[in-house]
């Protein structure tokens, strides 16, 4: 029965995530807006390896981020500590290493697809000009925190992440670098939080 329930979350999670991405190739479809910024089937497969790796590279800040502060005394971060782990806890009671692969991958690509694929870098070129570049990542921000709401200090936090992946989409002009980095970071921050111990291979 644990089993099952487990599959079940781990198919609910992946409808999810992976919904946000195809979500987001739909809207853009009907709007003539491709959110898959710097993914394309004729782009040079070289160039495109190129930025996986800066994403792979970008994770490094994340997770150096991460182990600051988890070690940092302030009550509202414990909380948000405390608040992740219930989640997780409660998502996968005994988690396994495939399984929050599949969950941190299907989040890495559903929501950069929507978060910086379609509402930022699709606000930007509705806004245009520099201005508009750097009012679409704030806004693309906020809504990422307020998506990641479980309390005001977690959405914040989730808020200043979305600004980070936001960056690396203007920074490299290609959403590979902000996919590989969530995707990375949450599979660690995954594995972290609830320990080797914890995790089942």
Not at 43 to 54: C, V
Not at 137 to 144: D, E, G, Q, R, T
Not at 187 to 192: E, R
Request: proline share 5%; aromatic share 10%.
């Amino acid at each position: 029965m644990p089993d099952f329930a487990a599959h079940r979350t781990l198919g609910l999670a992946l409808l999810v995530e992976g919904g946000l991405g195809l979500a987001a190739l739909g809207v853009g479809w009907l709007i003539g807006f491709w959110p898959a910024v710097g993914i394309r089937s004729d782009a040079p497969t070289g160039e495109q390896l190129r930025m996986i790796g800066l994403g792979g590279l970008a994770t490094l800040p994340l997770l150096v981020a991460l182990l600051v502060l988890d070690r940092v005394p302030i009550p509202s971060l414990e909380r948000v500590k405390e608040l992740a782990e219930s989640v997780i806890r409660q998502m996968f009671p005994q988690p396994r290493l495939w399984q929050l692969a599949a969950v941190a991958l299907a989040a890495g690509f559903g929501e950069e697809l929507l978060f910086r694929g379609l509402v930022q870098a699709g606000s930007a070129e509705l806004i245009g000009g520099s201005l508009g570049t750097w009012i679409a990542l704030a806004i693309a921000s906020l809504v990422f925190g307020a998506f990641h709401y479980l309390n005001l200090t977690y959405a914040l936090l989730a808020a200043a992440a979305g600004a980070y992946f936001g960056w690396l989409l203007i920074a490299t002009d290609s959403l590979w670098p902000a996919i590989v980095a969530h995707a990375l970071y949450d599979f660690v921050a995954l594995c972290y939080l609830l320990r080797p111990s914890q995790v089942v291979e």
